[in-house]
């Protein structure tokens, strides 16, 4: 099995994992979780969104958690934003790249952003034309890619018109979020393989989420296909609110094990990153199902027997 040699690996908690938690976290208990997670070696965080506060109440204080970090210059941040206001705040507060929010389908877009596909496109270009006037770098993104909970399968054709569409608009780095968790490494491989061919000049990352346990077997696939960014959450946080049954991305400290014991480098201390995890957990109360927290690391050996036991 041939894979890449290294890979970079972009923390998204901050934003996905903190907007499915209902209960307020405060704004200096988000950035001390923001803070250690920079301490692990991860050079990609995305930070959070800018979104109206009604829509996300849990992100309503992006400002000062992004000002927060603003002396934290060995990890690069992003947030996501929906719209022009969205990206003037973000830019306004130091942000260097905007990652756009798109559905593949009409039905997702209507739940997430209240706008059909078409029109959400149409939007974006005000977005980019903002974000290049300040020297900011801007990402494309595409919701729901391998299946919608409400349309089922996605065409690869519809998504093949999406990336021609950020293409046109001068993005060339885009993001294929399994945002309910039902793609399955047959089709990733299938999905991946054609996008790669027709869209070489095109980067392309992954957002898995694990609502069915098949995210790590996903990853493997794309690394296969010679994917080499990858989006997680730690402890396995996330969810988005206006899906039915999301639940979790992959835990970050999956992923990275499993990376590493493949001989595929992340750059990221394993051992800082469990400790953050399991702080992470008592922090918030809980994780999003990560193997990790449970298992531990296959490094981890416990006491020999000391004697033979007898039986009966």
Known sequence: MKLPTHVTVCEV???????????????????????????????????????????????RDAEEVVR????????????LVPNVRGAARAIDVGIKKLKLMLSATDSHSLSNSNCLVKDALEGMKPIIELAQKHDVAVGGSISVAFGCPFEGKVPLEKICSIIEHYQSLGIHEVSLADSTGVANPQQVDHMLGVLVKQFSSVTFSMHLHNTRGMALANAVAALQQGIVHFDSSIAGLGGCPYLPGATGNIATEDLIHAFEQMGVRTGVNEARLLAVARQVKDMI????????????PCSQLHQKPTSQQKLG
Request: charged share 20%; glycine share 8%; no cysteine.
């Open 13 to 59: 908690a901050p934003r996905d994992g903190f907007q499915a938690i209902h209960e307020w976290i405060p704004t200096e208990k988000k950035v001390e979780i923001v803070k250690m997670l920079a301490s692990t070696g991860l050079t990609s965080m995305e930070i959070t969104s800018f979104v109206h506060p009604k829509a996300i109440p849990q992100l």
């Open 68 to 79: 927060a970090m603003q002396d934290q210059q060995e990890i690069k941040l992003r947030a």
């Open 285 to 296: 109360g809980y994780d999003g199902g990560s193997f990790l927290l449970q298992a531990g």
